[in-house]
């Protein structure tokens, strides 16, 4: 999905160290604090990070990036689940153990 919208394979390799990469705005870097909090464990995006994501995006813009981050989350649950496999391959699903 990173690819098709236009971040570089650079980018997309530095997405987990991305709270040090020169390679992301303070404001995506905040974003990508946001979604993975949202991911790990949502109870733990608290009011600071709530009001560092206010300082960098609208109200309309933060709805947007937890609304992606959730339904990513939900879609990766269900695949996950239901054994589907995404990668367009045509071999078996094996799962990570």
């Not at 236009?6 to 974003?31: C, H, K, Q």
């Not at 990036?65 to 094996?94: K, M």
Request: include cysteine; aromatic fraction near 10%; charged fraction near 30%.
């Amino acid at each position: 999905m990173a690819r098709q919208l236009g971040y570089s394979e650079e980018e997309i390799a530095a997405l987990d160290r991305a709270a040090d990469s020169p390679l992301f705005t303070e404001a995506m870097r905040v974003s990508l604090r946001f979604a993975e909090r949202m991911t790990r464990d949502a109870h733990t995006v608290d009011a600071d990070l709530f009001e560092e994501m206010k300082r960098h995006y609208s109200d309309s813009q933060i709805l947007e990036i937890a609304c992606v981050a959730g339904l990513t989350n939900y879609w990766n649950r269900f695949t996950t689940a239901l054994r589907i496999d995404l990668s367009g391959s045509n071999e078996p699903y094996d799962p990570p153990a």
